[in-house]
């Protein structure tokens, strides 16, 4: 995986992620057989696009899981990245996937870290996440990246687990938690020519 540049990362949780683009994957990664049909039809993370095919815009595969003793998953986002005509380095996020059954981004996922003795529940947040995202604003004559972007729900920082260990206060303005990500290696694409 390493070789083909297929690779994510991590901001420490072990966390999994896997991001793929094409044109026509045919099926969703609710079903069975779809990473298979993934590698065949699309290029993984890491990869180049090929040109779009007339009047088609890329579609993304993403598929995010828990580690096993972590914490639940808050959302994936879609990062896409371009120059635009003035030459100008553009980003645009895109919540592609959201838990609790949430369609608004905006709306925070919640928050159950208790300071107090540095724990957190899964009780908001999905263990899995799973989409097919299409690109609204696809231009087919403009190089682009994208990358997936996965969040945790809100967990303890560290400075909150050593307050509570040492039975030191944690200082005024220090937030008491994080929300721990991955993000995975870009899919790029480039027009002919």
Do not use: C
Not at 101 to 120: C, F, L
Not at 143 to 162: E, H, K, N
């Amino acid at each position: 995986a390493i070789m083909r540049k297929e690779a994510f990362a991590t901001s420490g949780p072990r966390l999994k992620v896997r991001f793929f683009g094409g044109y026509d994957f045919g099926n969703h990664p609710d079903e069975g057989n779809w990473l298979p049909n993934a590698y065949k039809a699309g290029v993984p993370m890491g990869g180049d696009l090929p040109t779009a095919p007339e009047g088609a815009a890329p579609v993304f595969i993403v598929h995010a899981m828990k580690e096993a003793d972590g914490a639940n998953l808050d959302r994936i986002q879609i990062i896409k990245g371009y120059v635009d005509a003035n030459g100008d380095p553009q980003e645009v996020v895109y919540d592609v996937a959201l838990s609790d059954d949430r369609t608004n981004g905006a709306e925070p996922v919640g928050n159950t870290v208790d300071a107090e003795d540095a724990t957190y529940t899964n009780a908001i947040g999905d263990p899995e996440l799973r989409v097919v995202w299409t690109d609204p604003n696809f231009d087919p004559d403009q190089p682009s990246f994208y990358y997936a972007r996965v969040l945790q729900i809100p967990t303890p920082r560290w400075s909150t687990y050593d307050a509570v260990r040492t039975g030191l206060e944690i200082p005024d303005g220090l937030p008491v938690s994080i929300q721990e990500r991955a993000w995975s290696a870009p899919i790029w694409y480039t027009p002919e020519g």
